[in-house]
Each structure stands twice: as structure tokens, then as C-alpha cells.
């Protein structure tokens, strides 16, 4: 059984997809986003998961996926962590590493069509 059958039922018995898991803390997206795992990400997203919530450091899941991204280009599922959570109106975080930053700028203006 893979992850995402899991979130659906938890889901569907009423679990609230912004709830901290486990021992690390951790939001359900955030974790969600750190494995990569596009069915969960996209079922969380869909109900009601905030795109914005934080990792352990200040900046956003949107900008944490762009720093993977920088080191793991040859990662498509990148790409489509990124393109979910700008299109659920992820935050780029202002205050983060300027290079981190531009990254993500450049990855917007290239699927701005597709949001």
C-alpha cells in the first residue's frame, strides 16, 4: 500500500491535513514534500492543506522543494512538487538566500502558462 492510500483514508475519516505528525513535528504537506510523494502532496493540497506551512528552518516549502531542485536537477518529480505548490499559492519567501531565490524566479517564469 503506498502513502497516498493512507492520507485518503485518513483524510476521509476527518483528519485535519494541517495537523503536526509524528515525533518529528512535522506538518502532513511538509512531510509529504520531503519525500517526494506527489499523490499525497496533491491530495493534502486539495483538502485544504496550507501550501505555506514551514519546515523546521523559516523558509517555505516552495522555496525548501527549489533547494532540492538546485541539487537534484536530473529529478523531474521536482518540477512537479514545485508547479503543485505555486499553483495552491505557495509563498516565495523574501527573506531566504538570495541564489535560492533567483532559482525559483526562473522556475516560475518558466511555467508561468501552466499555473
Known amino acids: 500500500m503506498t502513502s497516498s492510500f493512507f492520507v485518503r483514508y485518513l483524510l476521509q475519516i ?7 505528525i509524528g515525533r518529528s513535528g512535522r506538518r502532513s504537506l511538509a512531510t509529504a514534500v520531503l519525500y517526494l510523494d506527489l499523490g499525497a502532496i496533491k ?4 483538502n485544504g492543506a496550507d501550501a505555506n506551512t514551514r519546515l523546521e528552518s523559516l ?5 525548501e522543494a527549489a533547494f532540492y531542485y538546485r541539487f537534484l536537477r536530473d ?4 518540477d512537479e512538487v514545485l508547479l503543485l505548490l505555486l499553483r495552491a499559492r505557495a509563498a ?3 527573506r531566504a538566500d538570495g541564489g535560492l531565490q533567483a532559482m525559483l524566479e526562473e522556475f516560475e ?6 499555473i
Not at 476527518?14 to 503536526?20: E, I, R, V
Not at 491530495?43 to 486539495?46: A, F, G, I, K, W
Not at 523558509?59 to 522555496?63: F, P
Not at 517564469?109 to 501552466?114: C, P, T, Y
Request: aromatic share 0%; no cysteine; charged share 20%.
Open 14 to 20: 476527518g483528519a485535519n491535513p494541517n495537523n503536526k
Open 109 to 114: 517564469v518558466g511555467i508561468q502558462d501552466e
Open 92 to 94: 516565495v519567501d523574501e
Open 43 to 46: 491530495l493534502l493540497l486539495d
Open 59 to 63: 523558509i517555505s516549502l516552495a522555496l
Open 75 to 78: 529529478m523531474p518529480v521536482l
